[in-house]
């Protein structure tokens, strides 16, 4: 299915979506080929872009020479098994999928998330360039790093590393302005 760019040799699963550079079995030449899970989904067996039989048959909506396996749960369109995008337990065809992600009424595909971790460090390292500014944000960086601790950081997983890094920023901030405060009291 898939070959070398340079010999053409076929590539075979050991040397798909492999994390480094993998040599390729004909020419050893370093390659790294990432594919799309698609390409290993099991389907029923016939149901692999299968070609119409009888001109009877329903025909996939995208694809008219393709056998249409089901219908689309929001729109209705026959779908073959490559158009058939199952989420939820519904069926949905790509321009539904779409449609859903752009008009936000897919609950549960989800394709971005605010980073508190990361902007809890970047406003406390900014606050250690505009030291007056600490007074306002170390406090706000302390009540994000308690606030969003659970919240899912990103898409990709994460560590804490930022909100521990931000919280003890900000607590060396506040010590600062309560030590020098004290001071200016005291004196």
Known sequence: MLTCTHCRADLKPPVLNADRLVPC????????????????????????????????????????????????SACGRFLCALCDIELN????????LETG?????IQNLENHRVCYDQIALYVAVISLLAVWLSVITAPVVLFMTIRY??????????????FVVASILATLQM?????????????
């Open 89 to 96: 337990g519904r069926h949905l065809c790509p321009a539904c």
């Open 101 to 105: 992600r752009t008009k936000r009424k």
């Open 149 to 162: 601790w659970k919240a899912p950081a990103s898409i990709v997983q994460r560590t804490k590393i930022r």
């Open 25 to 72: 079995p004909g020419c050893r030449g370093l390659l790294r080929i990432d594919v799309y899970p698609a390409l290993y989904r099991a389907l029923p067996p016939g149901h692999a872009g299968e070609t119409l039989q009888a001109e009877k048959q329903a025909s996939c909506f995208y694809h008219a020479r393709k056998k249409a396996v089901r219908p689309c």
């Open 175 to 187: 010590i600062g302005w309560v030590f020098l405060f004290s001071n200016l009291v005291m004196h």
